[in-house]
């Protein structure tokens, strides 16, 4: 079955950077789109960034546009997201997930596989 596993998460204080990384398994993970989410206390997941199965098309919140950067890693079935410049506002748990071949890369819909979050913690 489809296994997300998200690991790089912890606490880091602002203006630094942290790498996060998802380990995919159960699937053809060369073939799907895959993204990153967060969820910060009290408030809804949001959209963090995407990436085409390939890897040739990215896209980004506006918040994290010029400091995050996704990236993956076909041979080893890994999406990557590293984080610099952080901001206590980046606070949140980070999820992984698989993108359906079609939809949108920022609507959370379009992703119907979850992994089960890191935390990351930018104290001021």
């Known amino acids: 079955q489809v296994q997300l596993v998200e690991s790089g998460g912890g606490l880091v204080q602002a203006g630094g950077s942290l790498r996060l990384s998802c380990a995919a398994s159960?699937?053809?993970?060369?073939?799907?789109?895959m993204g990153w989410f967060r969820q910060a206390p009290g408030k809804e997941r949001e959209f963090v960034a995407g990436?085409?199965?390939?890897?040739?098309?990215?896209s980004y919140a506006e918040s994290v546009k010029g400091r995050f950067t996704i990236s993956r890693d076909n041979a080893k079935k890994t999406v990557y997201l590293q984080m610099n410049s952080l901001k206590p506002d980046d606070t949140a748990v980070y999820y992984c997930a698989r993108r359906s071949v079609v939809g949108s890369s920022n609507a959370r819909g379009s992703y119907p596989y979850w992994g089960q979050g890191t935390q990351v913690t930018v104290s001021s």
């Open positions: 990436i085409s199965s390939t890897g040739s098309s990215t």
């Open positions: 159960g699937f053809p993970f060369s073939s799907y789109p």
